[in-house]
């Protein structure tokens, strides 16, 4: 699976958006993005997968550069909740067979700030 | 909730005893996860069952762990002669394999484990 690079902590104030990066330069035609965040002490939640198109839910926007290098987590309008932990993974395309085990690194820790 | 769910939620034990944790999994999940967590780290794959079948173990899952999944619903881990470097958050994950669709994982709230 290709690695993922994310800064280690970033702030936002409360209220506005929070757009985090992620860089992931050896990805293949065939992984998809994907965005976890870990609220203290509970286990990881899903937030949005992507494979090259932006993508949009109820919790967050995936921006995927056209090269797919690299992404772009926004929460449009962080609030102390979003206080977290986020992960960026690359995992393959599902197939049918076999694990397709999550390779976590050490996340983003994003502060939300009042 | 019907979410993932996981027992207990917290366990303490002396070095050297066994626990068991269970995972109930998303009604009609075919493909289920386990993963561990130290502090500080991202949570590391342990083992994969789909359905009941066992497919894959991590190296990290030494000859005192063993899981189950009897009949491809909920799924057991056990640790036998616990040791000190046991303690983490042992995480479940399930997810729904269909062709054509891609997977995503979800995570229950994990069973912290603390070994004296």
């Known amino acids: 699976d290709a690695k993922t690079t994310q800064p280690p902590s970033m702030d936002c104030a409360e209220g506005r958006a929070a757009n985090l990066p992620c860089n992931h330069s050896?990805?293949?035609?065939?992984?998809?993005v994907y965005w976890y965040r870990q609220i203290h002490s509970q286990g990881p939640q899903y937030i949005i997968h992507?494979?090259?198109n932006n993508e949009t839910n109820e919790m967050a926007s995936l921006i995927i550069t056209e090269d797919r290098k690299s992404s772009t987590l926004i929460l449009p309008h962080a609030t102390l909740r979003d206080t977290a932990v986020y992960y960026c993974?690359?995992?393959?395309?599902?197939?049918?067979?076999?694990?397709?085990?999550?390779?976590f690194g050490k996340g983003t820790k994003l502060s939300v700030i009042p | 909730d019907t979410g993932v769910s996981q027992d207990p939620r917290h366990k303490i034990t002396k070095r050297g005893q066994n626990v068991t944790f269970r995972c109930d999994p998303i009604?009609?999940?075919?493909?289920l996860y386990w993963y561990r967590q130290t502090l500080g780290q991202g949570p590391e794959f342990l083992t994969y069952?789909?359905?009941?079948?066992?497919?894959?173990k991590s190296r990290l899952l030494s000859d005192r762990f063993s899981a189950e999944r009897p009949k491809g619903s909920f799924s057991t881990l056990e640790i036998q002669r616990t040791e000190q470097g046991d303690s983490a958050m042992y995480l479940c994950?399930?997810?729904?394999?269909?062709?054509?669709?891609?997977?995503?994982?979800?995570f229950g709230p994990g069973t912290r484990l603390l070994v004296l």
């Open positions: 993974i690359v995992s393959l395309r599902y197939s049918g067979a076999g694990s397709y085990q999550l390779t």
């Open positions: 009604s009609e999940h075919n493909r």
């Open positions: 994950a399930s997810s729904l394999g269909l062709a054509d669709q891609q997977e995503t994982q979800y």
């Open positions: 050896t990805i293949s035609g065939n992984e998809y």
């Open positions: 069952f789909q359905n009941e079948a066992q497919l894959e």
């Open positions: 992507g494979l090259k």
